[in-house]
């Protein structure tokens, strides 16, 4: 298991001359990286590493113009020791990059290509070796040489190369004093940012969210210490010796260390995504790791140097959703469904968090202010933080009433209601964003339920915004303190009213003769009980004006085709009560007739 977080890749950058001062061959170079045999024509001597393990690919790289001699690994090396006849001649440079273990082997070419583009582009010829030794965690490690050509080619040289160096390749590695180009490592470091840049692109492509950074700790205000440096060799030999010397012991221990605390992590951000309440504390000095991690899972490329102090709690619990609250007490909401950026509260380090992530989303940021307040009469406002046995209760509350989107905090619980957000902090709420009837319909569900009913605008508000608070109170029978409706709001109110009566009148009648129906269809069917429950018109109807026949063909009428006929129903059973006036309808009475004499009682 790597020790490396869950959002972090290796970039590791190393550049480095072959030099001939320092007893280095341009072509025994080739050979170790290429795992080749490959023998010097300059001195005549023979470099056999083809017995090397590891190397996966080798391949040369070169201008489009380029002769055909320079894809043979032997005669191009060869060629570059015979152009430099000095003795401190530096005959070759070379780049070694880390390839993330993220990117599948087929993608590593291309990868490559990306990295070597701007040398080939300045005219240098390369030569790649793929290695893929084990690394300490016992996973692959796969990484690239890359050797170049100090001088450009040029066909009309003994050699085929150009008799000076090439200055568009050294610009990318060399920079103060002489060199120019600023101070001393410059160049070096803008090189480094390059090669994580095409790192982060190939990672993307291939759907990681671990991204390189080519800063130093330091630089990115991480407290941890830079591993002491292991090449190849003094791996091989400890593998050899298996076991450690001091410096490889020492490595070991920093990474079982770090993966330790990575572990840590994600056990506290999956706490943090799956448990009630706030999110957990954790050990001094870690407690903004995980938090750090619940970002970066969900915005790999945002730049968040310096930000974990800000972070006081991320809510991530909807995929859709992201919620931040800093330590100022501002929030962030990045809505990745919409693609959409909110703040609202203290706009300090909420602000500045927003644009870290609309820069690496492209997400449009929109400042919510606050709009209105409203809470308990003769309530007061917290203090301080809510506790976390108050905040679960209170969201449990919103959710109740149908609010899904709901998140406890310390500073209050967040509601969000269509484009606004409610900031309930128990007996005070304060509103951001658009005063929706939405928005006041939820508020005064909190104070009928929560409040006992009664209201407090304790805050600036639009009047026409207190006039809808005042109708939605009466709606919801929740007494507004301190506000005195306009005679035009009153009136407007008993218009609402007076259709509502009429409306409750309509629908009550409805009820009713649906009733009528069901008790009538099983009367007919011999339901004495259901007979005692029609007025005395329809008892008649049912009971004596219909046949035993014509009764079993009416039970199997359906009810919605009975409703209209109630009232003929009814005038039909009044005229056999008139006729008879002393028929008793306790239960229905058969009473044949000739059809002749019989109306129809079926509706058309």
């Known amino acids: 298991m790597t020790s490396l977080s869950d959002h972090e890749a290796i970039c590791h950058v190393t550049a480095s001359v072959v030099q001939r001062s320092k007893g280095r061959s341009a072509v025994a170079a080739s050979a170790y990286r290429a795992a080749a045999r490959l023998t010097d024509a300059r001195t005549g001597e023979t470099w056999d590493y083809s017995r090397k393990r590891h190397v996966t690919n080798s391949y040369v790289t070169a201008p ?26 530096v005959t070759a440079r070379e780049v070694t990059i880390s390839i993330p273990r993220d990117l599948p082997p087929e993608a590593w070419r291309n990868f490559l290509e ?20 084990r690394a300490g965690d016992g996973e692959e490690q796969p990484h690239a040489h890359l050797l170049l050509t100090t001088r450009a080619l040029d066909l009309s040289g003994p050699q085929g190369f150009a008799a000076t160096r090439n200055p568009d390749l050294a610009a990318l590695f060399e920079s103060g004093g002489r060199h120019g180009g600023g101070r001393r490592g410059d160049a070096l470091k803008l090189e480094r940012a390059r090669i994580a840049a095409v790192i982060n692109d190939h990672l993307r492509a291939a759907g990681s969210k671990r991204r390189a950074d080519a800063r130093s700790y330091r630089a990115r205000g991480d407290p941890r210490a830079p ?3 292991i090449g190849e060799q003094r791996m091989a030999s400890v593998r050899r010796a298996r076991r450690h010397d001091r410096r490889t012991a020492l490595v070991a221990a920093l990474r079982e260390a770090r993966r330790t605390e990575t572990q840590l992590t994600r ?10 309440g706030f999110p957990k504390r954790t050990a001094p000095g870690r407690q903004q790791d995980y938090k750090l991690a619940l970002l ?30 800093t330590r100022d007490c501002g929030w962030v909401e990045v809505d990745d469904q919409a693609g959409t950026m909110r703040t609202w509260g203290r706009p300090g380090r909420a602000a500045n968090l927003a644009q870290r992530l609309s820069e690496a989303t492209g997400y449009p940021i929109e400042s919510l202010s606050r709009t209105a307040t409203a809470g308990r009469p003769g309530g007061r406002r917290r203090p301080g933080p809510a506790s976390e046995a108050e905040a679960i209760s209170i969201a449990d509350r919103w959710r109740l009433r149908g609010y899904a989107d709901v998140t406890e905090s ?10 606004s957000r409610l900031v309930d902090s128990g007996d005070h709420v304060a509103m951001y964003g658009q005063v929706s009837d939405d928005a006041i319909r939820a ?18 508000w639009p ?22 409706p306009s005679p035009d709001l009153l009136a407007a109110w008993e218009a609402e009213q007076g259709g509502a009566a009429g409306a409750a009148t309509a629908l009550k009648v409805v009820r009713n003769e649906a009733k009528e129906a069901d008790h009538l269809l099983a009367a007919a069917s011999g339901d004495v009980a259901a007979l005692k429950k029609l007025d005395p018109d329809l008892k008649a109807f049912v009971a004596s004006f219909l046949d035993d026949e014509q009764r079993a063909e009416f039970s199997k009428q359906d009810r919605a085709e009975l409703i209209p006929e109630l009232h003929r129903f009814r005038a039909l059973g009044a005229a056999e009560r008139a006729d008879r006036p002393d028929l008793d309808v306790a239960t229905p009475a058969p009473r044949p007739a000739p059809a002749d004499e019989r109306p129809e009682a079926r509706p058309s």
């Open 64 to 89: 489009a113009d380029a002769p055909a001699w320079v894809y043979d690994r032997e005669a191009l090396w060869c060629r570059v020791e015979l152009a430099e006849s000095r003795r401190n001649a």
């Open 114 to 133: 990306d990295v070597t583009a701007p040398y080939v582009h300045a005219g240098a010829i390369v030569d790649v070796a793929v290695h893929c030794p």
């Open 227 to 229: 591993e002491p440096k």
């Open 267 to 276: 056990l506290e951000a999956q706490m943090a995504l799956t448990a009630r």
């Open 296 to 325: 970066k899972e969900r915005h790999p490329d945002a730049d968040l140097t310096d930000v974990a102090a800000d972070l006081h709690m991320v809510d991530a619990k909807d995929s859709r959703r992201l919620r931040i609250l």
């Open 410 to 419: 310390p500073s209050g619980v967040v509601v969000k209601v269509g484009a």
């Open 443 to 460: 508020l005064v569900a909190k104070s009928a339920e929560d409040w006992g009913g009664s209201l407090v605008l304790d805050g600036p």
């Open 463 to 484: 009047e026409e915004a207190r006039a809808r608070v005042w109708i939605e109170a009466q709606r919801q029978g929740v007494a507004l303190s301190d506000y005195e």
